[in-house]
Every structure is written in structure tokens, then in C-alpha cells.
């Protein structure tokens, strides 16, 4: 089993699992450290806890509850599995509300609600996305919840206190948008929970606090492309972390790579009005 981490903050871990387990190698016992969904993107594997077995193919959500001890088997599949799983804390798991036996489901099929957060998920960690792994999880841990409980996700109400949190925590990603910024600081600057003040900014902004920082990494670029400054220079002043994920970042943004957005600040009409207008429209109307 190879294991790679992705992302820990406090309310939330993030792990890929990678296993070639073949079939006859005898299973081992296990037991699962917290409470967790993790989504099967690839193979298959038989999951045996608390006297109820299970098969669970891609698409497919494992749940585990923290304690519960386990064994995963691979007599159906010879080439093992991979899952993206998203461990929480109890203090989430206690916020989220539904009862401790929904974390004791064992499994549950492949659902769409749950396989397109996952298929999102998947795409966040490899970068392909706007979105942070800890804002996806825990979208993923409530729709797991209300899946199971069959209830409906209460919008958080947004009074005039959750509405001035969000534009304060707004204000703060603008003026500090080059820094490294995490969902659990922000949170507690605003003496939320990660998980509530998600809901809240999602619900005042209409962007997740990830996505609205990288908006405005994107804005400053913008700006500094008409300058004479090296496109690398600008990509680390802005706050990302690596010159690919930047042009990757900004070429899905505007339409154009960095380089040729700077040519059309610089008189090229052409790349403005062929690849750029209605890109650029609808990147500053709507994420």
C-alpha cells in the first residue's frame, strides 16, 4: 500500500491510497483511525467490518468510523485499487450533526451526488481546479451525511453578522492574496469553525475562500503583465507557488497564455478580440 498525503489541516486529512494487494494475499486487520469517506477512483476490493462484508468498485464511497477495525480482501481484481479519502476530526464530525451509526454504513454504491464531488476531488489534487482539497472534502463529508440521513443541507442563514465575516475575510485574501493563506486560519480569525465559515463565505460570495483567493492572484497578474516584469517574477510575487501551475491557472482563466495576454496589453488585437473578449467576460462575471 503506497500512501501519499495531500493535505492536513485540523479538521481535515487528505490521503491517497495506491494498492496492488493481489488475489490469495491474506487480508490484515485494521482499524480505522477517524472518521472518513474515501472515494474509490479505480479498481475494486472487498471491505469486511463489524461482520458485514462488502464489494466496492470505482465510484464506489468506503465509510469508516473511527475504532472500527477492519480488513480490506482483492479476490475480485488483479490489480489492486486506488481511493482519494478524507479523514475528519470529531469536532467536524460533531458539527455535521448526523448520528455517529450513519459513519457505520460501511459502504455505499456508486451515486452520482457523491461521484462528482469525488471526480472534483480527484481533479483538485492534481491542480486542475480553482477549489482547495479541504473546501471539496468537506462539501463531500456534508452531502455524504445528507445522503445517508436523507435529509436536505440547511443553508447557513446569512444574517448581517455572516455577511460583514465574509466581506472581512474577503478584504483580508485581497490585501494579503501573496501570502499562503489555509482554510483553518482564516476561519479562526473570524472565531469560526473551517467548516462554517466555508458555508458562510460560499454563501454571501458565491466562490469558495480558495477560489476567491486565486481570483485575485489572477486579477494581480493581470495587472503586472502590462508591466515589463519577467512572467516568472510575477508568478511568485502573486502567490503561486510554481511557474507551471500559474500559466496553467491563468491560460484556463483568460484563454491565452500569460505571454500573450501581455502581446494584447501591448496593442495586439488579434489575441484580444479572437481568444480573449469572451473569455475574459465571463471570468470576471462569474468564476
Not at 6 to 20: A, F
Not at 72 to 95: I, K, N, P, R, W
Not at 169 to 182: H, K, V, Y
Not at 236 to 251: C, E, I, P, Q, W
Request: aromatic fraction near 8%; glycine fraction near 8%; proline fraction near 4%.
Amino acid at each position: 500500500m503506497r500512501t501519499t498525503l495531500l493535505h492536513r489541516s485540523r479538521s481535515v486529512v487528505v490521503l491517497d491510497y495506491q494498492c496492488d494487494a493481489k488475489p490469495g494475499e491474506a487480508p490484515a486487520e485494521e482499524q480505522h483511525s477517524a472518521f472518513s469517506v474515501s472515494y474509490v477512483r479505480r479498481g475494486s476490493f472487498g471491505y469486511q467490518s463489524r461482520g458485514i462484508a462488502r464489494e466496492l468498485v470505482a465510484g464506489a464511497t468506503l465509510v469508516g468510523h473511527a475504532g472500527d477495525e477492519f480488513c480490506c480482501t482483492h479476490e475480485h481484481h488483479l490489480g489492486g485499487d486506488e481511493c482519494l479519502s478524507f479523514q475528519f476530526s470529531d469536532a467536524l464530525v460533531d458539527e455535521l450533526g448526523a448520528p455517529l451509526d450513519v459513519w457505520r454504513v460501511g459502504a455505499l454504491p456508486p451515486l452520482p451526488s457523491l461521484m462528482m464531488l469525488g471526480e472534483l476531488a480527484q481533479q483538485t489534487a492534481e491542480g486542475n481546479t480553482h477549489l482547495g482539497l479541504d473546501e471539496v472534502a468537506l462539501a463531500f463529508a456534508a452531502r455524504f451525511v445528507d445522503t445517508v440521513s436523507g435529509r436536505r443541507e440547511a443553508s447557513s442563514r446569512m444574517t448581517a453578522r455572516n455577511r460583514r465575516r465574509a466581506v472581512e475575510a474577503a478584504l483580508f485574501l485581497d490585501e494579503q492574496a501573496d501570502e499562503p493563506q489555509t482554510l483553518d486560519a482564516l476561519a479562526a480569525k473570524l472565531g469560526l469553525s473551517p467548516f462554517h465559515f466555508l458555508r458562510i463565505f460560499r454563501g454571501v460570495l458565491g466562490v469558495t475562500p480558495h477560489q476567491y483567493l486565486v481570483h485575485m492572484r489572477l486579477r494581480q497578474a493581470a495587472r503586472l503583465l502590462s508591466t515589463d516584469a519577467p512572467i516568472t517574477r510575477i508568478a511568485f510575487d502573486v502567490g503561486f507557488g510554481a511557474l507551471s501551475n500559474f500559466v496553467r491557472t491563468f491560460r484556463r482563466a483568460a484563454g491565452v497564455s500569460p505571454r500573450a495576454f501581455r502581446m494584447a496589453s501591448r496593442g495586439d488585437r488579434k489575441i484580444l478580440q479572437e481568444k480573449m473578449a469572451l473569455t475574459v467576460y465571463r471570468c470576471g462575471s462569474r468564476p
